[in-house]
């Protein structure tokens, strides 16, 4: 069995190739289709750059750490998508799924794990550890950036659950190694 056969089998069993297809299809109408672009464009990591980089600026000290620890752990977490994609090497809902459209392009070949949510739950995670009263802005924007992978047709359900249990247990070493060293 090949690698795009055992994704298939296991897409068919779960329902999961339906429940993209129906949040691809509902994602068609010109105007959700732009939106979710866009928040999945922010979510390449302009948005996450303007963060730190207010966060280094504006919150002193600890915002200096903060953003330090946010793009540390943040290249881990490129480090750690980038291999589990070229070891699942999950094909992307609209490769493998004709009725599937992509909105946007990809910026990589595989699905598993979305990159996309898994850095926006490790920062978001670590943000949130030191500067809680974000919680209103990064919280929904988050849920937004890993809605958007599945609604664009570029990401199974699957790969936004996985991405963001990673990127919890990343940012919750992350904070710990920082115990550790104070």
Known sequence: MTTLQ???NIELRSGEARLCLRAN??????????????????GD???WYAL?????????????IAALQMALTGLVAAGMYRGLKRWTRRPRPFRAHEDIVAHVLPL????FPSGHTLHAVT???VALAYF????????????LVAASRVVLGLHYPSDVLAATL?????????????TLIR
């Open 123 to 125: 920062f978001t995670v």
């Open 25 to 42: 299809r509902w994602g068609a109408r010109r105007a959700i289709a732009r939106f979710f672009g866009a928040i999945s464009r922010l």
């Open 166 to 178: 990673i990127g919890s247990a990343l940012a919750g070493s992350s904070l710990w190694l920082v």
């Open 45 to 47: 990591g302009v948005f």
């Open 108 to 111: 990589d070949e595989f699905s």
């Open 6 to 8: 055992l994704w298939q």
């Open 52 to 64: 730190m980089l207010a966060i280094a600026l504006f919150g002193g000290t600890q915002g200096r």
């Open 132 to 143: 809680p009263l974000l919680a209103p802005l990064l919280i929904p924007f988050t849920l």
